[in-house]
């Protein structure tokens, strides 16, 4: 054979394998359709329920896990409440506290408020009565020595003049 004769027996090969190919897709057929594995129905049925059984293990044990989640995530939660509640009644005490402190600071500020006007009220009274044995005592009084008893009673209030007053009375 020479190579002319050679290079046309491959050439009529692929001409014919081509034709077959051509002929396999015209009718639907491949090769891939006659080599199909057949699986036997037990594995395919084994296969389902490992696959099964191991859905169903996760799931349990993922809803294991949520529920101690849940559990953990409840106690925290109790546990901040209670917390909150001691904090609110710790907030109430002080509240509490504040208000009786404000009580007694206001009762303590009026009597002391009432002490001073007593005090004061009390003391104008010793003047007048002082005043009234002065006059008594010197016979009357015309407006000058009047005048005057004003200006050291109340004007510019003189502790020596008045208890030189005290002593003469007596």
């Not at 054979?1 to 027996?9: G, L």
């Not at 101690?68 to 917390?83: A, E, P």
């Not at 710790?90 to 504040?98: A, M, Y």
Request: charged letters at 30%.
């Amino acid at each position: 054979m020479r190579k002319n004769d050679f290079i046309t027996a491959i050439f009529e090969e692929i001409k014919e394998s081509l034709l077959v190919i051509d002929g396999k897709l015209e009718n639907g057929q491949s090769g891939d359709e006659k080599r199909k594995i057949v699986i036997p129905k037990e594995l395919v049925e084994f296969l389902n329920r490992s696959i099964d059984q191991s859905v169903r293990e996760n799931i349990s044990r993922l809803n294991l896990s949520s529920q101690d989640q849940f559990r953990d995530l409840n106690q925290k939660l109790g546990g901040l409440i209670h917390s909150v509640k001691e904090l609110t009644k710790v907030r109430r005490k002080r509240k509490l506290i504040f208000r009786k402190l404000v009580v007694w600071q206001s009762i303590s500020a009026l009597l002391l408020m009432i002490g001073l006007t007593l005090f004061i009220h009390n003391r104008q009274l010793s003047d007048n009565a002082l005043k009234f044995r002065y006059i008594e005592a010197c016979g009357g009084i015309d407006s000058k020595k009047l005048l005057k008893l004003d200006t050291v009673f109340h004007v510019n209030r003189d502790e020596l003049v008045i208890e030189k007053m005290k002593n003469k009375d007596q």
